[in-house]
């Protein structure tokens, strides 16, 4: 059976695979949102899929329903998930509506194409996603269950503002949280935000905070300055923010409109408008961005560069061990890199610098002459407070124990290395114990299960010579591929799917290139779009 046959194929016509998508897949369809005229003079378009439309949908899958029905049940001393944090604990909404939806947004920029190449930023796409903390945490480390919202062209957002790029999902939001909706088995519930999750330049972008590092209030967590912070990192526990200041901030800037940013503030968040969220208490901090691709791997680096000079050994030879030591597991897959000689850091990708630290002793530990030596014992306290702050679970005299550890940390960081400056991560990870205790293990919301939502697709749109990118998306995705054909100039072509075969092949006519073969036993059905850019 031929799928695009023009009498009788089941993908035969657009018309027809969208009806064929919508009646099989459960297809959310999204909606194109104007934004205006841009600065090239063309209409820009963002793409918004209705979150209560996903949600609907959602819920008529069985095993989504057995999860919102059978929530895993909070312990008094343990925290091991967000739904065990201060943040659900003390939210009012949450206390007179135990069974609501708790959703888990996540905004972030991402290149499609090369980001070194002349294209960088020319594609960048803005993309919000959402998952639910109602999910099992280990399901919702899947992909499968980040649903995308939003997605639109980073330049023109930020050109357009907040409001109208974000303005259907905000009011869907408000409508959830006051009316809620209607699920499987007629089932009223409502639902509201209660975190976003994100970098710290997205978190920050989001929150209406500065976007600049080198600001004089640089954290988005406390008032702090950066003097203060350079003084002292734990300077700021004290000066919390919250409503009430940023409040005064935004009048502030109200009254005083030729101040760009008063107080690390530049503007007011369009998600504060939401009754039961705001923004100085729903931006978590990301572990993967701050610690293990950030402090870590410069502070190692500081470490290797000390035992290189002190004659310990030599980077060839933490090079070689490193690519002999018999990884096993999720670790093979996440080897470590080569410590590269020059530079401030050891250049790995974040996993692979957790697992460098946890193996960094069997690996290189019998070369150190002296385990008394105090750049060793910085070391070890940094595979101790890693493994705290990385934990899945967390008692609170752990967490108390992780505060000793980040001050031992930071201080000792002082002493040995203060010839470079502290980070400004370096005291964003002071604020890891409260927020801990706000949002739960911080490893449940790191930004790399979701990034790996749009790094998935990423990772498939080759950009061969003949400028054509093929895309491939799960039946559950399909509106992704929809999103991007409508942000870019498209032409689907014909394609040949022989679904009664073994193996699925499936080819562009045009070409007669096969693009994939795969076992549609695994894959059941895999939809290839060629779009021409």
Known sequence: MIAHNPNNGILRSDYVRQKYYREKFNVVAPVQVYLGINKYGDKAFCHYIPIKETLRSLFQN????????????????????????????????????????????????????????????????????????????????????????????????RHFGDDKVFGRLISDLKDLEANGIQVANDIGVKGLVVCIAGDNLGSHYIGGFVESFCAEYMCRYCLATRCEVSAKPFTGQSLER??????????????????????????????????????????????????????????????????????F???????????????????????????????????????????????FGLIIGDKIPNSDDAVWQFVLLMQQMTALICAPSLSYAQVAYMRVLIEEYLESRTTLFGEVPLRPKHHFLSHYPSLTLKFGPLIRLWTMRFESKHSYFKHVCVLPKTTKMSLVCWPNDISFIKHISLLVTSSVRKLSFDLQHPFMQICIVRKCRILSRTSVSHLKILLYVTVFV
């Open 313 to 359: 050994f030599s980077h060839d030879i933490l090079n070689g061990r490193i690519k002999l030591f018999p990884f096993c597991g999720s670790d093979a897959a996440n080897k470590p890199a080569e410590v590269p000689p020059n530079g401030d850091r050891i250049g790995g990708q974040a996993v692979q610098n957790w697992t460098l630290l946890r193996y």
């Open 242 to 311: 919250n409503r009430e200041n940023y409040s005064a901030a935004v009048e502030f800037l109200d009254s005083n409109p030729t101040e760009n940013s008063h107080e690390g503030i530049k503007r007011d968040s369009v998600f504060n408008e939401l009754t039961y969220f705001h923004v100085t208490s729903g931006l978590p901090p990301c572990v993967a961005h701050d610690l293990l691709e950030g402090l870590l791997s410069y502070d190692l680096a500081l470490c290797v560069r000390y035992f290189v000079r002190m004659l």
């Open 62 to 157: 069985e095993c989504v329903v057995q999860q919102y029905q059978n929530p895993i049940k909070c312990e008094d001393s343990v925290l091991k998930d967000i739904v065990d944090g201060s943040v659900c604990h003390t939210n009012n909404f949450i206390k007179d509506n135990s069974n609501c939806l708790k959703i888990i947004l996540f905004q972030d920029a991402f290149e499609i194409v090369n980001p070194l190449g002349s294209a960088k930023k020319k594609h960048k796409l803005l993309g919000v996603y959402f998952t639910l903390a109602n999910f099992y945490p280990h399901n919702r480390s899947s992909v499968a269950q980040t649903q995308l919202v939003l997605l639109g062209k980073e330049a023109d957002c």
